[in-house]
Structure formats: C-alpha cells, structure tokens
C-alpha cells in the first residue's frame, strides 16, 4: 500500500504545484445565455450555503460535481462541491459546512433535475448519508453515447466538441484537500459545472429529435438504484480476475477472500488494496496457503495485515466452498477456430460502423465479449440467457442489427463529411 499510496500522492502533489504555478487562465465562454460567467462564489458560511440550497430549489435544475481523493480510504474523501445554474457557479467548502444534508436532500429530490457528467462517484456520498439513491439525473457523458459521440466522452472534448470552447488546464488529480486553492484549481473546479447546462441543452434537444428520450431516461435509472452504490461482488471478482477464467474452488476463494477484504476495508475505512492487494487474492485463489506466516512471506502481502487478520482469512479459505461462484464468461471454443474468429472481427467491426452511422456509440450499447457471445447464438439459432443485449433500448438495438444480419433488412453506407448508414425492408 505505502508504494502506491505514495506514487499517487506524489502525482497529486506535482499536479497541484502546477495548479499554483503562473499560467495564462483560459478565460470563461461568453455569449452564451445558458453559460454563467461571472467568478464562482466560494461557500463556507452556513447561512449562505442554505441560502444558495433555497435558490437551487427554485430552480429546479443545476450542474453537480465533487473533487475528492479515494486513493487513501474506503470511502472517498469529498475536498469540494461545486454546483452551478445558467446564473452562478459556486463552491462549496465541506470541511466548513459540516452538515450537507440540505444539499443532499435536493439532489435526492424527484422535482430538481442534476445534471453531472459521469457522476456515479458523486452521488455515492449522497445515497451513503440519506439512505436513499438520487431520483432525476441527466448524465451528459451517457447521453453524448446515446446520440453518437465517443464512450465515454471526456468534460472537456464534450464542451470543446459542442461549444466549440477549450477550457485549458486540467487537475483532476490535484491536492484537492489542500488549503487555500490556487486561483486555477477554482476554475479548473468552476468549470466542471459552469458548461453542463450548455451541453445538457444540447443533448436533450437531439435526443428528442432521435427519439431517444426514452433510452435516456432508462439509462439514467442505474442512478436511482441503490444496488448502484453497494458492494458488488460480481464486478469486484470479475475485476480481480480481469481476463483470467478460474476453476469452480478457485473462484470460490476469490470471492471469499474478496467479501472478506471488503468488510475488513469498510470497518477500517482503508483502500481494498491495502488490505489485500488484487494480484494476492487471485494467488490465495489459485494457490490457497494453511498458515499465517506462509501469509507474512507472500510477495505484496502487508505483513501487518497477515498477522492482524491471517486467522480469519484462512478460515474464509477454508469456508470457500460454501460460495456460489457467479457466473464467468466462457469463451466459446469455435472462437479459437480462424475463421470464425476472422468472421467475428467483422461482425464487431460491422457494428461499430453501423452504430456510428446511426448516431449511437457501439460501446455504450455493449463490449466486443457480450456482442460475440450474443453474435454466435443468432448465428447458431440458439438462445442466450441473461445478455444485456436482450433488455431495454439495447434489445431494440440489437434486433434491428440482427434484421440486418439474417437478411431481412438491408444497410447502406454513404459518405458526406461523416458515416451514414440506412437501413429498408427488403
């Protein structure tokens, strides 16, 4: 843990050395009535934060975003809140407000529209506080997949794709719980709201136009959900194992040791890594030891956590078998044949173009893995279980490309500054 705690906080500090540093400050977009341009108001008084809380009411939209730094706790720790409307943009001090309940509350409030731009992190400290999930969010990195742009599209090539502006300097990465923040940091954290109601104009209109309202909103529904901000243990193993397919026991004692790692984590509000680093729980899983201080001389395993919690490790070892192994994709074995993997290059790579001649990006839909085993079912007339491609606005997607594929439709291509496709009955 000390090394990689130690990397990021030096990258932090170098990145937050050059926010201090003299630099020519990319000066706010004007002309724009729905870009606020006046110097963002810095909030630390409690009476002016619920004063601004009353306003954002009334409004009934606004822009939210946080800085925060995860790497060295459990839960990430919020440096800054920045909220704006097409009048203001503000900043909100959490170490002075104590209490951002009020806040909170709005954002969880079914009548005030949030809008952010890949927000999931944001709103976890949101669903954590009241219990409950956010209810209206407009997530404008989604909504430019769902109308064609690159997924996932950057802030910045967002503003800069659609608003023709360049923001400048960039420091996510910056020692954000450092006080006072430079000049840059506070435009640098201003514009991560100051542009959302811009672009979020922008994409509601082509939505409508596409009629994709509807897929919008239903993508925007993960939000609400507060399985969206719990442990999940399917992601994390499937994370952990990244492209590697373990046995039935060796699963097993990755979850295991990985349900574990996360309740020690939780308590002890410390990263996952520094409990048991991911490259460790996959070696326990492969090759399980019986003693602690086989635990102490594993490489990368903290000697401190082996003798603090070995003996409750290896009893999840041992009760391993217990586990339901999730389910794990299998590559198909015809995949290894050359041919079929040559025609599987171009089914994907047909897709691609076809959902960019669509005004949609075909990594939001789905990933080449999902794609392929769903591909290779139609392709066979067999049925597929449980694939994101059989649900929601992704099933509709995937049977007009499957019209297509069996014949029933045909796709042309035209050029004119980009791809268009279009697709008749035949």
């Given at each position: 843990?000390?090394?990689?705690?130690?990397?990021?906080?030096?990258?932090?500090?170098?990145?937050?050395?050059?926010?201090?540093?003299?630099?020519?400050?990319?000066?706010?977009?004007?002309?724009?009535?729905?870009?606020?341009?006046?110097?963002?108001?810095?909030?630390?008084?409690?009476?002016?934060?619920?004063?601004?809380?009353?306003?954002?009411?009334k409004n009934g939209i606004f822009a939210f975003d946080t800085e925060f730094i995860g790497e060295d706790s459990y839960?990430?720790?919020?440096?800054?809140?920045?909220?704006?409307?097409?009048?203001?943009?503000?900043?909100?001090?959490?170490?002075?407000?104590?209490?951002?309940?009020?806040?909170?509350?709005?954002?969880?409030?079914?009548?005030?529209?949030?809008?952010?731009?890949?927000?999931?992190?944001?709103?976890?400290?949101?669903?954590?506080?009241?219990?409950?999930?956010?209810?209206?969010?407009?997530?404008?990195?989604?909504?430019?997949?769902?109308?064609?742009?690159?997924?996932?599209?950057?802030?910045?090539?967002?503003?800069?794709?659609?608003?023709?502006?360049?923001?400048?300097?960039?420091?996510?990465?910056?020692?954000?719980?450092?006080?006072?923040?430079?000049?840059?940091?506070?435009?640098?954290?201003?514009?991560?709201?100051?542009?959302?109601?811009?672009?979020?104009?922008?994409?509601?209109?082509?939505?409508?136009?596409?009629?994709?309202?509807?897929?919008?909103?239903?993508?925007?529904?993960?939000?609400?959900?507060?399985?969206?901000?719990?442990?999940?243990?399917?992601?994390?193993?499937?994370?952990?194992?990244?492209?590697?397919?373990?046995?039935?026991?060796?699963l097993q004692r990755i979850q295991a040791i990985a349900m574990l790692r996360e309740e020690i984590a939780k308590k002890?509000?410390?990263?996952?890594?520094?409990?048991?680093?991911?490259?460790?729980?996959?070696?326990?899983?492969?090759?399980?030891?019986?003693?602690?201080?086989?635990?102490?001389?594993?490489?990368?395993?903290?000697?401190?956590?082996?003798?603090?919690?070995?003996?409750?490790?290896?009893?999840?070892?041992?009760?391993?078998?217990?586990?339901?192994?999730?389910?794990?994709?299998?590559?198909?074995?015809?995949?290894?044949?050359?041919?079929?993997?040559?025609?599987?290059?171009?089914?994907?790579?047909?897709?691609?173009?076809?959902?960019?001649?669509?005004?949609?990006?075909?990594?939001?839909?789905?990933?080449?893995?999902?794609?392929?085993?769903?591909?290779?079912?139609?392709?066979?007339?067999?049925?597929?279980?449980?694939?994101?491609?059989?649900?929601?606005?992704?099933?509709?997607?995937?049977?007009?490309?499957?019209?297509?594929?069996?014949?029933?439709?045909?796709?042309?291509?035209?050029?004119?500054?980009?791809?268009?496709?279009?697709?008749?009955?035949?």
């Open positions: 843990m000390g090394n990689n705690t130690s990397h990021r906080r030096k990258h932090r500090q170098e990145s937050h050395n050059q926010s201090h540093a003299k630099a020519t400050i990319t000066p706010v977009l004007q002309g724009n009535p729905l870009v606020p341009t006046g110097e963002s108001q810095w909030i630390e008084d409690e009476s002016e934060f619920l004063k601004l809380c009353d306003a954002l009411k839960y990430p720790f919020t440096c800054l809140i920045q909220v704006a409307t097409t009048k203001r943009v503000s900043l909100i001090d959490p170490f002075k407000i104590k209490d951002l309940s009020p806040l909170y509350s709005l954002i969880a409030d079914p009548d005030v529209i949030i809008l952010l731009h890949s927000g999931s992190q944001d709103l976890d400290p949101v669903a954590r506080l009241l219990g409950k999930p956010p209810t209206s969010i407009f997530d404008t990195q989604i909504a430019a997949g769902l109308i064609g742009y690159p997924w996932p599209l950057s802030l910045t090539k967002s503003i800069e794709a659609i608003l023709g502006h360049d923001v400048g300097g960039h420091f996510t990465f910056s020692e954000w719980d450092a006080r006072p923040l430079s000049n840059r940091q506070r435009i640098y954290a201003a514009d991560d709201v100051r542009y959302l109601s811009a672009t979020h104009d922008f994409f509601q209109t082509r939505l409508e136009e596409l009629g994709r309202t509807a897929w919008a909103t239903e993508e925007f529904s993960k939000f609400s959900s507060m399985d969206n901000y719990d442990f999940d243990l399917e992601t994390v193993v499937k994370r952990i194992c990244r492209n590697k397919n373990p046995r039935k026991k060796e002890r509000n410390l990263p996952t890594r520094a409990i048991i680093p991911n490259e460790c729980v996959l070696s326990l899983g492969k090759k399980p030891v019986e003693t602690i201080s086989q635990l102490v001389s594993m490489r990368g395993f903290s000697k401190n956590m082996a003798n603090q919690y070995g003996k409750q490790i290896l009893d999840a070892i041992e009760q391993a078998y217990t586990q339901e192994p999730i389910p794990m994709r299998r590559p198909n074995p015809i995949e290894k044949d050359t041919k079929v993997r040559q025609e599987l290059d171009g089914a994907w790579a047909l897709f691609n173009a076809w959902c960019i001649g669509n005004n949609l990006s075909a990594s939001l839909v789905t990933s080449r893995p999902v794609f392929t085993d769903w591909y290779l079912a139609l392709r066979d007339g067999t049925m597929i279980q449980d694939s994101p491609l059989l649900v929601g606005w992704r099933s509709e997607i995937a049977h007009q490309f499957a019209e297509m594929i069996m014949g029933n439709h045909e796709l042309t291509f035209t050029f004119n500054e980009m791809i268009m496709a279009r697709s008749n009955s035949r």
